[in-house]
């Protein structure tokens, strides 16, 4: 695990997603710091924690929490679900919760329309261990479909994607399983702190409707929508900050 901290003020815990690491989110990052103490995570076996070899959801939720202050905790994608995980398992850290673009069931089932395929996540833990940088690539384009901005995005991702050096190819199959077999939507009713939950209308991996319902179903909790892709930080990095500061300063102390 690596964690590195940015700004002053109310504490900030910011978990990237599938594949990444924390620099992902410079554009947040930037227009985070004049208002929080961001705690910027690297999972294991991603970015400057590559070389652990394994990723747990759980376990990862476990030791971000014994590393830092209580705090508002923000997750992307595969990062929400550590940081859903903290919110259920540590309420005590968690002043509130932002899920960006993430889904408490990311795989569609006969009473859940709002997920991807079931094979999608197979398809790629398979292809990561015969042509890894493809699999990756061909991840980073589905993350940028639908997007208004979707070649210049994936060419960001693709510049940013290795910068940190390449992610664990064990703890990228981990991520994996993880997301095809989260589920928490049993749970949401739970949550003990406030909620955001933030999207992209035209996210292809986490439908809009899927944090619609999250919303709907978590206690205390919102649902704010950008004209984007999976990705909204890269393009709308002011206005989530913004509605992240708004967001804090309602919560309680």
């Not at 990237?16 to 410079?26: D, K, L, P, S, T």
């Not at 595969?78 to 398992?89: I, K, M, N, P």
């Not at 006969?110 to 890894?132: I, K, Q």
């Amino acid at each position: 695990m690596h964690i590195e901290i940015h700004g002053q003020g109310p504490d900030l815990v910011l978990v990237h997603g599938w594949a990444m690491h924390g620099g992902i989110f410079a554009p947040l990052l930037a227009a985070l710091v004049p208002h929080f103490r961001v705690h910027l995570v690297d999972l294991p076996g991603h970015g400057f924690a590559r070389d652990e070899a394994h990723f747990d959801v759980a376990d990862s939720a476990r030791r971000i929490a014994a590393a830092t202050p209580r705090a508002l905790w923000v997750g992307w994608s595969l990062g929400g679900l550590v940081a859903l995980r903290a919110a259920l398992d540590a309420p005590a850290q968690v002043r509130g919760l932002a899920m960006l673009a993430s889904s408490p069931r990311f795989v569609a089932a006969p009473d859940w329309p709002n997920g991807v395929a079931a094979t999608v996540f197979g398809e790629f833990a398979s292809e990561l261990r015969a042509r890894y940088r493809h699999a990756i690539e061909r991840f980073l384009a589905l993350e940028t479909l639908g997007s208004p901005h979707a070649q210049a995005q994936l060419r960001e991702l693709k510049q940013l994607v290795f910068a940190r050096g390449e992610p664990s190819v064990e703890a990228l199959c981990d991520g994996l399983a993880a997301l095809d077999a989260s589920d928490l939507r049993d749970a949401l009713a739970g949550l003990a702190m406030p909620s955001l939950w933030i999207g992209g209308r035209r996210d292809r991996l986490v439908p809009p409707a899927a944090l619609q319902w999250a919303a709907a179903h978590a206690p205390h909790a919102r649902h704010l929508e950008f004209n984007s892709g999976h990705a909204p930080f890269l393009e709308f990095a002011a206005a989530i900050a913004d509605a992240l500061v708004v967001f804090s300063a309602e919560l309680p102390a």
